[in-house]
């Protein structure tokens, strides 16, 4: 076990060092700068201000320098927000995507594995076939769409909860579902299936035989392993709330991470926008990684070495 | 299966074989669900294709005297305008024409890198294989949006770089399917009898490897198209996909939110329109899915 963390941690590291080549090269190569405005600067000016943030320097020069800062944890100044470094706009940022990206994987998994148990429990009757209906439809509209309906019907018609952001706990109820309910759906059904199979299996049969109630072999025997695939989902789940909350902190104005990168890729603030893929290219790869080791807990039948 | 295509020929009495294609399509007959999908799918083509032919208004005409005005038979607005008197029928068809042409367009971009690359990996296996999988499992953690995004707003919103961008980065499980359906498929027992019986590496490949091949990329192309769409629609609300007055069904359902108080038509038709095509698709690969993995065959 502590050899196979040790190995898949090595693995993370070419990972991370392509994500953070492929960012900055492409950056670089892209026509436009981060000093373009509508009035073009003085050629001594824009000199001097590439002299100061060191891009008159070689490429690669450029790229060791970022990188040795990366591994301190600074990912230099910001070219947009000037009095800002991207580690300081991350850190204030990051508080409140996760604050809205946990809650929506949180209440995805327990709204999405109750769903799906029940309607394995159920199979083939009109429950599983309800439930079944709303989480394809849940997969199949998108979340910005979903967002600007929840806003019309619960903000604007309804008027029950605000559509903006205050940081309150009412301004997260809309956000949050909006971000959750593609989650809930997918991982409705991939419940729906493990434990349908699970259920299936001897050792169930066994646990029936002996007379136990269904809440106890639901509870006590299948959940486990029919948790398998929703654990290993997590990983792209977690990917896909985090870029899910681009636009849903753009709809609901959240000061999150997802918005300094809309705006940071508009500005061409090149520092910000590469700080923002690497952090959160760190974050899904450190993700991914703990998601194998749970799973490993998980299944006795895995066995890393 | 094919491995019914080395026993027949040792019957006396010629037995009809049943292609992967008829049993599938026997299995997906009986799924109503998916077929009423595909219906539906080949209707919405049909309708965004002809549509725009039969209405008088252009997509980028704009009726100065009827802005933002609801649904109405009378005026000839079917879907209602938008806030430029544009005619949301046209536009909301014409918005489907793009979503579905990059749809498709980007999938067969995807599927051509990833059948070539999965079908290398898994023909030759060993050390080749090995460097292979390798960097599609680096590639595989990268954060992929963001990379489109950055592509979108560095190299400018152009249509041709939407399909390639968007078909570049969902090739990754094509490969992985396909190398892992080619590695298995080489040590079948039906492929080493038709080795044994002499059939020629190209006869094996065409008759046994590709036919096999083909159902788990059918499979993956219907359900890659709706993921593409959602990509396209996803940029395109950012306000990185196509350009004005061109239009695709994510830019429609940004321009209707921004609306939706004074307009909620300029949000729900494009949004209906944009998760019905969504939802029928997912329908049809999950039947296809079920009608032609050959693990669930009765």
Request: charged share 15%; net charge positive.
């Amino acid at each position: 076990m502590l050899r196979y963390s040790l190995r898949r941690l090595l693995a993370a590291i070419p990972t991370l060092l392509v994500l953070i080549a492929l960012a900055f090269f492409m950056m670089r190569l892209a026509p436009g700068g981060p000093f373009d405005q509508e009035r073009s600067l003085p050629v001594e000016v824009e000199a001097n201000l590439r002299a100061a943030y060191r891009l008159d320097e070689p490429l690669y020069l450029q790229f060791a320098r970022y990188l040795g800062g990366v591994l301190r944890g600074d990912f230099g100044p910001s070219f947009h927000y000037r009095d800002f470094t991207v580690t300081e706009l991350i850190a204030t940022g990051f508080p409140v995507s996760f604050k809205l990206g946990a809650t929506a994987i949180l209440l995805a998994l327990v709204v999405g594995v109750t769903a799906g148990s029940i309607a394995a429990l159920r199979q083939n009757r009109v429950t599983d076939h309800a439930v079944m209906t709303v989480s394809m439809t849940g997969i199949s509209i998108p979340n910005f769409v979903m967002a600007p309906i929840l806003i019309l019907v619960f903000a604007i018609y309804l008027r029950w909860l605000p559509a903006g952001w205050g940081g309150s706990l009412r301004n997260m109820v809309l956000p949050v579902i909006a971000l959750a309910l593609p989650q809930i759906a997918y991982i409705s059904r991939l419940t729906r299936g493990s434990m349908i199979e699970v259920l299936r299996s001897n050792f169930i049969r066994t646990a029936k035989a002996q007379g136990l109630s269904t809440r106890t072999i639901v509870l006590k025997h299948a959940l486990k392993p029919a948790l398998l695939p929703v654990v290993s989902y997590l990983g792209p789940a977690t990917a896909a709330v985090i870029t899910g909350s681009v636009v849903i902190e753009q709809i609901f104005g959240v000061p999150g991470i997802g918005r300094f990168f809309v705006q940071g890729a508009l500005n061409r603030d090149y520092t910000l926008v590469m700080g923002v893929v690497v952090f959160y290219g760190a974050l899904i790869i450190a993700f991914n990684f703990l998601v194998d080791l749970a799973y490993a807990w998980l299944d006795p039948k895995v066995k890393y070495s | 299966m094919n491995a019914n295509v080395a026993a027949t020929a040792a019957v006396p009495e010629q037995v009809e074989g049943r292609s992967l294609w008829v049993d599938a399509w026997r299995t997906l007959r009986k799924n109503r669900a998916a077929i009423v999908a595909a219906a539906i799918i080949v209707a919405m083509t049909v309708l965004v294709i002809v549509g725009p032919w039969l209405s008088p208004y252009s997509y980028a005409f704009t009726d100065w005297g009827n802005a933002s005005i609801g649904p109405s038979l009378s005026t000839g607005h079917l879907f209602g305008t938008d806030t430029l008197g544009r005619d949301l029928f046209v536009r909301t068809l014409y918005g489907g024409r793009i979503s579905l042409l990059v749809g498709l367009v980007a999938t067969v971009v995807s599927l051509l890198i990833g059948v070539a690359y999965g079908a290398t990996a898994g023909y030759f296996g060993g050390r080749i294989d090995n460097v292979m999988m390798r960097i599609v499992d680096i590639l595989y953690a990268m954060p992929f949006m963001f990379f489109v995004i950055l592509l979108m707003v560095f190299f400018g919103r152009n249509i041709l770089l939407i399909f390639v961008a968007i078909g570049a980065i969902n090739w990754l499980d094509m490969a992985r399917i396909v190398r892992g359906q080619t590695l298995s498929l080489k040590h079948k027992e039906f492929v080493e009898a038709a080795e044994a019986l002499g059939v020629s590496t190209f006869a094996l490949i065409r008759r046994h490897i590709v036919p096999n091949l083909l159902g788990v990329v059918a499979v993956y192309v219907t359900l890659t198209i709706p993921q593409v769409i959602l990509v396209e629609s996803f940029l395109s609300f950012l306000g990185l996909g196509v350009q004005e007055p061109m239009t695709s069904w994510g830019a429609l359902v940004k321009e209707g939110a921004e609306e939706m108080e004074s307009a909620p038509w300029m949000l729900l038709f494009p949004a209906v329109f944009l998760a019905t095509t969504l939802f029928c698709f997912n329908f049809l690969g999950d039947g296809l899915r079920d009608a032609l993995d050959p693990k669930d065959r009765g």
